[in-house]
């Protein structure tokens, strides 16, 4: 089991260098949300990317903008098949205002594992969905863990720079969001249902076909607020202030502030 507050990652100098840029700022003003913080769990591990480097540009980039408190909890190995402990228990959820998935099992098909997880959002619980959250469970039978993303994803297309349009430019996640953002080098997921519940707000053309997919999106799951974008591969891409930005707008709109 590791648990940890993301508070203790502050003890590594040498992380917070290669993030190239300064420690959270804790004096400046969380300006995407000042009230009381908010619990968030990031939940991480699994295969094919620098879990560790992405947790800390997560929570160090969110927490400047927005007071939120994090607990990482990475998990499960770095294969396509492991488990987060964490789940066993049936109130995992509860302590938190919201989950960040950003866990990469596709192999692991367990259904009754994969419902204690759906079960705490479906219980009410907001959720942001990052990269390979959307493969995660992919050998799964069962549907639940693909409506709670609000997309169904089985593959993706090479990496690329992709140019992102934003489609519903009056929500609030995309408020300020950078109108002609091209992403670092992150590979774009084909998205072969988008569930009834799920709105997607931007959208990035394969470069092979030239059909556009969904790449940022909002869910409502029984309720509990989703909020999911397929990219998240490169480290560069947690580098990005823009692509940081974003997830720190889809977590407090997912947390109702
Ligand atoms: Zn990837």
Request: charged share 25%; hydrophobic share 40%.
């Amino acid at each position: 089991m590791s648990i940890f507050r993301r508070s203790l990652l502050g003890a590594l100098p040498f992380l917070l260098g290669l993030l190239g840029h300064a420690q959270a700022d804790d004096d400046q003003p969380k300006k995407l949300y000042e009230g009381k913080p908010l619990q968030a769990l990031l939940i991480t591990g699994g295969c094919c990317h620098n879990y560790l480097f992405q947790s800390l540009a997560l929570t160090t980039g969110v927490e400047k903008r927005a007071n939120v408190e994090f607990t990482v909890v990475n998990e499960g190995g770095a294969g396509t098949r492991g488990k987060i402990a964490l789940y066993e228990d049936p109130d995992w959820a509860k302590p938190y205002d919201v989950v960040v998935h950003n866990e990469c099992f596709a192999d692991t098909d367990d259904p009754e594992y994969i419902k204690k997880i759906t079960a705490a959002h479906r219980a009410g619980t907001p959720a942001v969905v990052i990269h390979c959250a959307m493969h995660t469970y992919r050998a799964a039978k069962i549907d639940d863990w693909r409506q709670f993303l609000g997309v169904t994803s089985t593959h993706h297309e090479h990496m690329s720079r992709y140019p992102v349009k934003v489609t519903v430019e009056d929500h609030p996640i995309m408020k300020g969001f950078k109108k002609d953002w091209v992403t670092p080098k992150d590979e774009l997921y084909i998205v072969k249902k988008i569930w009834p519940k799920a709105t997607p707000l931007a959208v990035s053309k394969s470069e092979k076909t030239g059909e556009e997919q969904p790449v940022i999106w909002v869910n409502d799951f029984h309720g509990a607020r989703v909020f999911g974008t397929t990219y998240g591969h490169s480290d560069d891409t947690f580098r990005d202030e823009t692509f940081i930005d974003l997830i720190a707008r889809g977590l407090v709109w997912a947390a109702g502030k």
